[in-house]
């Protein structure tokens, strides 16, 4: 509780805009709490307040909240939801505020009924109107709007007026297998209840500097993930914290996801039946972490900003790094010669990847539903599509910065737009049938994978890192790797099972314990391994 305290006193303070933009007179203002890069909001805000000024005749403040990645945007939103239910619980309800409230009204796994307080503060909540002073949330990963809708703090709207409910029955045609999606290659693109809904698509890859991979001896392009484990990339790859991301996590379960589709059609063939599909899934877990722990160990660093990465790769501090496709794109766009080529390159591993959605969602207890829902109407209409996409100086282009993105609705892929598109060569639908997402593999571990690669590769990086130096001078001893990727503590078993339930019961002294123990543990096994391949023991 000490920590939402915190959080509730700050909140305000943190939610201030980011930039002075606020006009000198404005009739209406529009609150949205994003992770989105200013690029994107530059451009959406001033195309959005254009259309609306032209519509209505109103001016719009276009206010946007930037608190950092999808981690911190779910812990203020959280706590400002937390705050605002607090009030009417104790003063329109009269009923007493305790931890166990507190912990029910935003948990999906408390039914709403009146048997208990908590059940009735689920369904008091759910049935209210308790806002965060925000109306929309915008970017990020459908895992983050996934687990908001369960809370509740995404809402659907009235279904007439408001809301995306609204926009389905204004819009049938913009829905569906001609349209977006509800499901791509197994990858959720929309919520069934119209909580939330994909508003470009969005892919994993590698941003890549071909002068730097010259300079160390690689003379080929990365295109695998597996690429980046190659110990000549040592100190030389660009990562950020899982822990302050959504969609670096995304990128971490897409590679443990390949290594375990690898695993299964290697069981396949060899139609055997020494492997049941579940154990081919669990031995695709370990590849998969172990791939990781080796990338890790090539690491720089690991930062909180994922702008970070794309600037370094494109300055030369890094050979490679992992990030999401606008970042990679708008790197490789911003230093292109005259001549159309680049020292920079982004690719998404073929196979490698999925193709996911960067959402948009509607807050419970939005300051101007009315508005929200217009913005979602922009965003998904052709003009917010064609924003997405459309290359400088095309009509309906952004005005100067080239957002790279593609649009999530399928019937805008024709030929006439993907020739106005930067990057409309991709086909995302047919590169879609590479990768099929198996989220029963993995969705349950999302936060777990967070987790273990911060223990074993965040807090633990030094030791992995001097290690994996020692391990690559000795001339790779299998000894010595064998004990460096030893990872018997955080196979798939623990993972989805115990791990996972410290994790799912938000009992912080618990996990912080566990963070501990598996930390020290796997720092000591670093040590060890460099140990061994110096000789030692």
């Known amino acids: 509780m000490g920590a939402a305290m915190l959080l509730t006193l700050t909140g305000p303070f943190l939610l201030k805009p980011k930039e002075g933009t606020a006009p000198a007179r404005y009739d209406r203002r529009l609150v949205i709490i994003t992770p989105h890069h200013d690029r994107i909001r530059e451009e959406f805000g001033r195309a959005f307040a254009t259309h609306w000024k032209k519509t209505t005749g109103q001016t719009v403040f276009m206010d946007w909240r930037v608190p950092g990645g999808t981690s911190e945007i779910a812990m203020l939103i959280k706590s400002e939801a937390l705050a605002s239910f607090q009030q009417l619980w104790q003063r329109k309800l ?15 796994k408390v039914a709403p009924g009146d048997a208990t307080p908590e059940q009735q503060a689920r369904q008091a909540y759910l049935a209210s109107n308790a806002g965060t002073g925000m109306d929309l949330f915008f970017g990020g990963g459908a895992y983050d709007f996934e687990q908001q809708a369960k809370a509740g703090t995404l809402v659907p709207g009235d279904g007439v007026r408001t809301g995306l409910g609204a926009l389905v029955k204004k819009h049938p045609e913009w829905f569906g297998e001609g349209g977006i999606p509800e499901k791509l290659s197994g990858e959720p693109f929309r919520d069934p209840q119209a909580r939330w809904c994909g508003a470009c698509l969005s892919t994993s890859g590698i941003v890549f500097n071909r002068d730097v991979l010259r300079r160390i001896g690689i003379n080929e392009a990365p295109k695998a993930w597996a690429d980046l484990a190659d110990p000549r990339y040592y100190g030389q790859i660009a990562l950020s914290d899982p822990g302050k991301s959504g969609s670096v996590t995304k990128a971490l379960e897409m590679l443990i ?16 039946g020494r492997r049941t599909e579940g154990q ?28 970070k990465i794309p600037l370094d790769v494109a300055r030369g501090d890094a050979a490679a790094g992992m990030c999401i496709d606008f970042y990679g794109r708008s790197a490789e766009e911003d230093v292109r010669r005259a001549d159309g080529t680049s020292r920079v390159g982004f690719v998404s591993p073929l196979g490698g990847t999925s193709i996911s959605v960067d959402p948009i969602g509607m807050l419970r207890g939005a300051p101007d539903a009315e508005l929200a829902t217009a913005f979602m109407e ?19 282009a952004p005005l100067r910065h080239a957002l790279r993105r593609l649009p999530v609705r399928r019937d805008l892929h024709t030929p006439e737009n993907t020739a106005r598109m930067s990057d409309g060569r ?47 001078d000795a001339g790779m001893p299998e000894r010595a790797i064998a004990v460096m990727e030893d990872l018997t503590r955080v196979k798939y078993e623990a993972a ?27 720092r000591s096994q670093f040590i060890r391994a460099g140990a061994v391949a110096r000789g030692g023991l």
């Not at 996801?257 to 055997?272: I, Y």
């Open 496 to 522: 989805t099972g115990s791990i996972s339930k410290v994790l799912a019961s938000r009992d912080k002294a618990q996990e912080t314990r566990l963070a501990r123990e598996l930390g020290d543990a796997f």
């Open 280 to 307: 081919a899934v669990a031995a695709g877990w370990n590849e998969g972490l172990r791939l990781i722990l080796r990338i890790s160990a090539n690491a720089r660093y690991f930062t909180d900003f994922s702008t």
């Open 378 to 396: 922009f965003v998904l209409g052709d003009a917010g599509q064609k924003l997405w996409s459309f290359r400088l100086g095309e009509e309906g």
């Open 426 to 472: 991709e086909e995302p639908f047919e590169r879609a049938k590479a990768f099929t997402y198996h989220p029963e593999r993995t969705a349950a571990a999302f936060n777990a994978i967070r987790f273990l690669v911060r223990v074993m590769c965040v807090d633990s990086h030094d030791e992995l890192h001097a290690a994996w130096k020692e391990i690559i």
């Open 94 to 108: 009269g009923k007493p505020w305790t931890p166990a409230v507190a912990q029910a009204c935003l948990s999906a």
């Open 257 to 272: 996801q390949e290594q375990m589709q690898k695993a299964v059609g290697l069981e396949s063939a060899a139609g055997d």
